[in-house]
């Protein structure tokens, strides 16, 4: 059965901390990994991953994927308030087109 | 001004009532989701549709059901078959199913009286 899961699945931590989100996956037919951030209410795209040991970055977010080790890790640098949130991981299933979804990890930064 | 758009924000259903939950999309997407998502439980999908007058059951399809009839909208009808409708729900769209990005609207919060 195709799985995705996050860890931890809730951090909290200071303004100004690094942190590192971790995502496993093992689904069929792999196309691609995903990360979003909501806040609240809709999920907003972050990265889309599909070949193996390339950085994606954006500002202090940065992530790779590890199509060996079946795992994706999102970085945070200098965390602000503004980043809390629920991050979410989804792994693209090629044979049944569709995105399989991690829980989530819960991210609140204090200040 | 692309996007997808949800109505209502908030819906109240009674024991009983079929209610329908509408979804637009002005991107041009050929492929539409529709997610329910519970407090610790993810996202969940309930139908997807790939193209137009097409579409298919996701995990938890039973007590729901879907049209599409416009490229640009994916209507949800939340059945009284459905028991524990409570959920928030997010209609998403691709440029087509074979792994592009989802785009989100913003979501519809069902609420049971």
């Known amino acids: 059965e195709d799985k995705v899961v996050q860890s931890p699945l809730s951090l909290v931590v200071h303004e100004g901390d690094t942190v590192t989100l971790n995502c496993s996956y093992e689904v069929t037919n792999f196309r691609s990994l995903l990360w979003y951030k909501q806040e609240k209410k809709a999920p907003t795209f972050l990265f889309m991953l599909?070949?193996s040991g390339i950085e994606k970055k954006s500002g202090r977010l940065s992530s790779i994927l590890d199509k060996k080790e079946l795992f994706s890790i999102l970085n945070i640098t200098a965390t602000q308030t503004g980043d809390s949130a629920i991050y979410l991981c989804a792994a693209f299933a090629g044979n049944n087109r569709k995105l399989i979804w991690g829980l989530g990890t819960s991210l609140a930064v204090n200040p | 001004d692309g996007g997808i758009t949800q109505s209502p924000k908030y819906l109240f259903r009674k024991e009983g009532q079929n209610v329908t939950l509408s979804c637009e999309q002005n991107?041009?997407?050929?492929?539409m989701y529709w997610y329910r998502q519970d407090p610790g439980q993810g996202l969940r999908l309930i139908y997807y549709?790939?193209?137009?007058?097409?579409?298919q059951k996701g995990d938890i399809a039973e007590g729901y059901s879907v049209s599409r009839e416009k490229k640009e909208s994916f209507p949800l009808t939340v059945t009284s078959a459905q028991k524990n409708p409570t959920a928030f729900y997010l209609c998403?769209?691709?440029?087509?199913?074979?792994?592009?990005?989802?785009?989100f609207g913003p979501g519809t919060r069902l609420l049971v009286l």
């Open positions: 549709s790939q193209i137009v007058n097409d579409f």
């Open positions: 599909t070949s």
């Open positions: 991107l041009n997407h050929d492929a």
């Open positions: 998403a769209s691709s440029m087509t199913s074979g792994g592009e990005t989802q785009y």
